[in-house]
């Protein structure tokens, strides 16, 4: 069973529509969700944690309905936003005694041991707080229930790049329970590549791909080269192009191409914007 399986989801606003998104999260795993801005990560986010309304569809969380059995899942998802939820005069631990009331699971030491690692003071106000302690402290405030999943919509985004490594090793310390799993959305590949396991691609409301990332890298490739030489590559073995500065470039398909033509392997922003940008 899944950690979690969206079936079918759709969600309209006047400009925006998400089209039969379906995936599922494998127990166990890292999934990293991408899409540039406006996409439909954080509406899909959204809509699993039934924070938003969905139009239709089916999300089971755990094998439970994320709404008709929204009691059984609560203790278990750890959420967080890509800011805290918290009025900004609220201190780490006011914050603390609220949240303590809303789960059974709650661990108070293990609330204030994190803040110790994390290096925040709990009696410092959220707008006293620099982006990557607020992004600490909603982390400390996921992780002490004890939750099995993890869902973060842009945990990341707008931190340095020494932040944004000490965040990733958290997550994957979070990981080491073998039960374990996160949903984590981002357009910082970079971040994904290192810790995902797999990685669903989301472009205009609608599911590109959702793939393990290791089958990922080894289904495409990039072939670069003059318009004379592209002419020699297999028609079927190309999938998109584009005009580089210094010639074409392709994302082509591994085993529809000799290995005699020179390849490189993707980075997964390489496949992102060729599968969005580039022309069939
Ligand atoms: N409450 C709302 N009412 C109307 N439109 C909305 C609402 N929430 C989101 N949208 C629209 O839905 C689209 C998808 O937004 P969403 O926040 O899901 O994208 P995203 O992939 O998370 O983007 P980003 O990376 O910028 O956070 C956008 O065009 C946005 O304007």
């Known amino acids: 069973m899944p950690a979690i399986s969206i ?16 995936f599922d999260v494998q127990k166990g795993t890292i999934m990293g969700f991408i899409g540039e801005n406006g996409a439909g990560k954080s509406t899909t986010i959204k809509c699993i944690l039934n924070v938003l ?5 089916l999300i089971k969380i755990f094998g439970y309905d994320h709404t008709k059995e ?26 603390e005694k609220f949240m303590s009331r809303l789960y059974k699971n709650w661990d108070e030491p293990l609330f204030y041991q994190l803040l110790k690692q994390f290096k925040i003071n ?31 919509d842009e945990p990341t985004s707008g931190l340095d790049p020494i932040v944004r490594d000490e965040i990733l090793d958290l997550f994957l310390h979070f990981m080491e329970e073998e039960e374990h ?10 971040d994904l590549e290192k810790i995902a396991d797999s990685i669903t691609f989301i472009h205009e409301g609608e599911i590109v791909f959702s793939e393990s990332k290791d089958v990922l890298l080894y289904e495409y490739a990039i072939w670069k080269g003059s318009q004379q030489e592209l002419k020699d ?21 591994k085993n529809r191409i000799h290995s005699i033509f020179p390849t490189t392997r993707p980075t997964i922003e390489e496949l992102m914007v060729f599968l969005t940008k580039g022309d069939i």
């Open 7 to 22: 079936r079918n989801l759709q969600k309209s606003f006047p400009a925006f529509t998400l089209k039969n998104v379906s």
């Open 53 to 57: 309304k969905k139009d239709s569809g």
């Open 70 to 95: 929204e009691m059984q899942i609560k203790e278990e998802i750890g959420v967080v936003y890509d800011d805290l939820p918290f009025p900004e005069t609220l201190t780490g631990s006011e914050i």
């Open 122 to 152: 709990p009696a410092k106000k959220v707008k006293e707080l620099s982006r990557g302690m607020k992004m600490k402290l909603s982390i400390a405030i996921a992780l002490a229930h004890h939750p099995k999943l993890l869902i973060l």
């Open 181 to 190: 799993t996160i949903l984590f959305s981002s357009h910082i590949t970079s």
């Open 233 to 253: 590559l297999p028609e079927d073995a190309i999938v998109r192009m584009r005009q580089g500065i210094y010639g074409v470039e392709a994302l082509v398909r």
